[in-house]
C-alpha cells in the first residue's frame, strides 16, 4: 500500500492505495488539488472563500455553487434527524468560547478564555434558513452564519476517494478523522481499522474490520472546547471520552459521531433508529469501557 501524506483543512491529510506507480502518482495528486480547492470553498477562516461570501450574506438570496448547495441542504437534513444535536449555525456560539481561529492557530497559541455564565445572544433555528433546490440558492436569516467544517470535511474526504479510486483501487482517504475507503486491500476481505485510547493517543484501545464505506472519531474529554452543545451554547459534556460511527458516507459518519458524543447512552439507541441509515458505533467512556451497536464479534480489545 502506497501513501502520500500533506496538510490541509487544519488536519493530516493521509491518501492511501494500490496500483500502478504511475497512476497512483496521478490519482493523489488529483486528489490533493481536489482537497485543497474544497479548503478553499469551505473554510470560515479564510475570508475569499464561498462559506465565508454566504455568510456575510444574511438577508438575501446567496447564489451557491452545486457543491456548497449540497453540503448545506446535507446539513439541514441531518439538522432534523438529528433533533438538532447537529447544528452548523452554533457558528456564533463557537466564537463566544474562543474557536474564532483555525485549530492550528489554537493549538499554537490557546483558546481565549470565556465565561459561561455571560447571557447568550438569541437562537436563530437553522429551519429559518431558505433553500431555493431549483436555483441552488441560500438565504441565511439576519444573524446566523455557518460552520460546515466537520460536515464539509466528511464530504470532501469521500469525494477525493472517490476520484482516486479512478485511478488506484483499493484507496483510502483520512483527514483527520473522517475516513473513506474504497475496494478492498489484496488479499483482505476487510479494512482494519484501530481505535486510540482517548486518554492516551499513543496506544490503540482496539481494533475492527470495515468494508468499503465511512468512518468518523470524535474525541470529548478536556479539550473539547469547540465541541458545542447545540442545545445549551456551551462546549459539550459527555458520559463518553470519543465516538467512532461508521456509515454508508463519510459527512453521514462525521454528523452522527458528533451527535452521538453530545447524545450520550441515553439517548444514542432513538438517534440511530431516527437515522433511517445502517449506522453502527463504538463509544468509550471514562473507564475506557466501550459500548455501542457494533456486533462483538466485529472487534477486539487489544489492551
Not at 33 to 50: D, K, M, N, V
Not at 163 to 176: D, F, I, K, R
Not at 280 to 299: C, K, T
Request: hydrophobic share 45%.
Amino acid at each position: 500500500m502506497e501513501t502520500f501524506n500533506f496538510r490541509a483543512m487544519n488536519s493530516d491529510i493521509l491518501l492511501a492505495a494500490e496500483g500502478m506507480p504511475f497512476r497512483l502518482a496521478r490519482g493523489f495528486e488529483l486528489a490533493r488539488q481536489f482537497i485543497e480547492a474544497s479548503e478553499a470553498r469551505f473554510s470560515r477562516f479564510l475570508e475569499g472563500s464561498e462559506l465565508s461570501q454566504l455568510n456575510r450574506s444574511p438577508g438575501s438570496w446567496f447564489q451557491a455553487s452545486p457543491d456548497m448547495f449540497t453540503v448545506v441542504a446535507q446539513a439541514k437534513e441531518f439538522f432534523h434527524r438529528t433533533g438538532g444535536l447537529f447544528d452548523p449555525s452554533i457558528l456564533p456560539e463557537l466564537r463566544r468560547v474562543g474557536y474564532d481561529r483555525s485549530m492550528d492557530l489554537l493549538r499554537a497559541e490557546g483558546a481565549a478564555p470565556f465565561d459561561a455564565s455571560a447571557p447568550q445572544p438569541a437562537r436563530i433555528s437553522l429551519d429559518e434558513m431558505k433553500l431555493d433546490e431549483a436555483g441552488e440558492k441560500i438565504l441565511l436569516p439576519q444573524g446566523m452564519a455557518l460552520d460546515l467544517g466537520g460536515i464539509a470535511k466528511g464530504w470532501i474526504a469521500e469525494h477525493a476517494a472517490l476520484m482516486l479510486a479512478a485511478y488506484a483501487s483499493p484507496c483510502a482517504v483520512n483527514a483527520g478523522g473522517d475516513l473513506f475507503v474504497a475496494g478492498l486491500p489484496e488479499g483482505e476481505k476487510l479494512w482494519p481499522v484501530a481505535v486510540e485510547d482517548p486518554l492516551d493517543p499513543q496506544r490503540d484501545l482496539t481494533t475492527f474490520k470495515v468494508g468499503s464505506g465511512a468512518l468518523a472519531w470524535k474525541q470529548g474529554g478536556i479539550q473539547r472546547h469547540h465541541l458545542i452543545d447545540p442545545r445549551t451554547g456551551q462546549p459539550a459534556v459527555s458520559d463518553w471520552l470519543s465516538v467512532t460511527a461508521l456509515a454508508p458516507h463519510a459527512a453521514q459518519a462525521e454528523v452522527y459521531a458528533k451527535a452521538l458524543l453530545i447524545a450520550g447512552p441515553g439517548r444514542a439507541e432513538q438517534l440511530i433508529r431516527d437515522s433511517q441509515s445502517p449506522i453502527f458505533f463504538l463509544a468509550v467512556d471514562h473507564d475506557r469501557n466501550i459500548h455501542g451497536n457494533l456486533p462483538r464479534r466485529e472487534f477486539s480489545y487489544v489492551r
